[in-house]
């Protein structure tokens, strides 16, 4: 009798495509998806990414970095089935310094990415942003306000590109029938943010940590509501991997004002800083809060991560860094 023939089933692994993956978060979100089987392929020119946050993989048969601007045409002759377009200056100071690079990489590098989703067939996620509300005059921040922006102020040309790479997400989706969606990313912390990326988590820490004065800016009664990085790249997968094509927020509620920040960090880090008072930045949000319930109800998503745990881990990586 003839034997069974015995059938094996290959199974291949994803393959992401990952811009910006040399950044904060795009380096976080390439770890989870290598934790996740995925092959990743990341895009970044390092004009605010650091190599340093994906030398770890070096060596990785499931990793391949490529150093290139997304403005630029992208060819790629492997298949894709995610791409994920995080390239963007994302700091205030680094926006302000590169003005014309965060329009294009919003503007220009959506449309590139869009372009290699749509011609491997690839699902679309786009980094957004709760800048998308500029100055909001509804709090918390539901997905349904459209915002507070001044088009022509030192922010538009983030919160204008965000705004732009939004709609191009949506007009790819209605047009091209494309499995598209949207993250508005809230403030968001941890281990490989640039010391002087000039955000108020780095800014403080590093002050705190070498006993220098803590800069708040204006009177510190603007408020922000920081999530930790693994939260917040755990609930964007969870969007990536669902069938919802509309924004969904994903941030951390914890809301509190930059005076009682900069007191908490003083008091975790035992410095010996003082807190001083500088000009608030023009256009600077009064107050920021997402609203989850969309989240939590569509990716059965919130965070994790308690405030002083984050913190802690935060300081950590900054300490030998300072
Ligand atoms: N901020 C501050 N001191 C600093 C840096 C920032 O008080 O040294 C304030 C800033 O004015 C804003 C908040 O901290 O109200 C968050 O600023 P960040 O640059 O981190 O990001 P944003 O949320 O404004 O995009």
Same mark, same amino acid.
């Given at each position: ?197 000039? &955000? ?6 590093? $002050?705190? *940590? #070498?006993?220098? /004065?803590?800069?708040? +800016?204006? !009177? %510190? ?67 920021? &809060? ?6 939590? $109800?569509? *990716? #059965?998503?919130? /965070?994790?991560?308690? +405030?002083? !745990? %984050? ?12």
């Amino acid at each position: 009798m003839a034997k069974a023939k015995k059938v094996t089933r290959v199974v291949k692994a994803p393959v992401s495509v990952v811009t910006g993956g040399a950044g904060f978060l795009g380096s976080h979100l390439v770890d989870l998806l290598l934790s996740k089987g995925h092959k990743v392929i990341a895009i970044d020119n390092l004009v605010t990414g650091s190599v340093d946050n994906i030398a770890h993989l070096a060596g990785s048969n499931y990793f391949r970095f490529i150093q290139q601007d997304v403005t630029e045409f992208l060819f790629l002759d492997s298949p894709v089935d995610y791409v994920w377009h995080f390239a963007s200056p994302a700091s205030p100071v680094d926006y302000l310094e590169l003005p014309i690079q965060t329009l294009k990489v919003g503007s220009l590098g959506t449309h590139k990415a869009l372009g290699l989703a749509k011609e491997k067939g690839a699902r679309f996620l786009i980094a957004s942003t709760s800048e998308t509300y500029g100055d909001p005059l509804v709090h918390p921040q539901t997905e349904e306000y459209w915002g507070n922006v001044n088009t022509i102020g030192p922010r538009g040309c983030y919160d204008e590109a965000k705004r732009f790479a939004e709609a191009m997400t949506m007009a790819y989706h209605r047009q091209h029938k494309m499995e598209t969606r949207i993250v508005r990313i809230f403030n968001t912390y941890g281990p490989r943010m640039r010391l002087r990326d000039g &955000r108020v988590v780095p800014a403080f820490i590093s $002050q705190a *940590l #070498k006993n220098r /004065p803590v800069t708040v +800016f204006g !009177e %510190g009664q603007q408020t922000r509501s920081f999530c930790y990085c693994a939260d917040l790249i755990e609930g964007i997968y969870r969007l990536m991997m669902s069938d919802y094509p509309l924004p969904v927020n994903i941030g951390n509620p914890h809301e509190m004002t930059m005076l009682d920040f900069a007191r908490q960090i003083v008091k975790i880090t035992g410095s010996k800083s003082r807190i001083i008072h500088k000009p608030l930045p023009q256009d600077d949000p009064k107050q920021r &809060r997402p609203d989850i319930t969309k989240a939590k $109800q569509l *990716l #059965k998503w919130e /965070p994790q991560v308690p +405030f002083a !745990e %984050g913190m802690r881990r935060t300081i950590e990586y900054f300490k030998p860094r300072v």
